[in-house]
Nanobody, 128 residues
Framework: QLQLVESGGGLVQPGGSLRVSCAASGSRLDYYDIGWFRQAPGKEREGVSCIHSNMYSKYGDSVKGRFTISRDSAKNMVYLEMNSLKPEDTGVYYC??????????????????????WGQGTQVTVSS
């Protein structure tokens, strides 16, 4: 059974950087898309970024140019590097794994990940 654990969240000032990690156990991630999602209090879950096993990646408009997703197959890990952070980036960040041996792209539409594997989340707070 695939399990995901996020880490690396914390408090950072506006304009700062943070890297959150997603560690997988129980299965290799080779044929899984990995997505990062976030949820702020009172708001719906939002797709942030995803990465396919072929390294295709996609970003939400609000983070494009500031966030970078990457994956390390040897370590079975996925990372989200976040730069130029803004207060509106605050939220709980979740990673999710979606079995995808057929398509060559990934999606960040939250509804498409509803029944997939999820981690417990890590809190990111951007505040001065």
């Amino acid at each position: 059974q695939l399990q995901l654990v996020e880490s690396g969240g914390g408090l950072v000032q506006p304009g700062g950087s943070l890297r959150v990690s997603c560690a997988a156990s129980g299965s290799r991630l080779d044929y899984y898309d990995i997505g990062w999602f976030r949820q702020a209090p009172g708001k719906e879950r939002e797709g942030v970024s995803c990465i396919h096993s072929n390294m295709y990646s996609k970003y939400g408009d609000s983070v494009k140019g500031r966030f970078t997703i990457s994956r390390d197959s040897a370590k079975n890990m996925v990372y989200l590097e976040m730069n130029s952070l803004k207060p509106e980036d605050t939220g709980v960040y979740y990673c999710s794994a979606k079995w995808n041996p057929v398509s060559t792209i990934c999606t960040i539409v939250p509804q498409h990940w509803r029944n997939e594997y999820w981690g417990q989340g890590t809190q990111v707070t951007v505040s001065s």
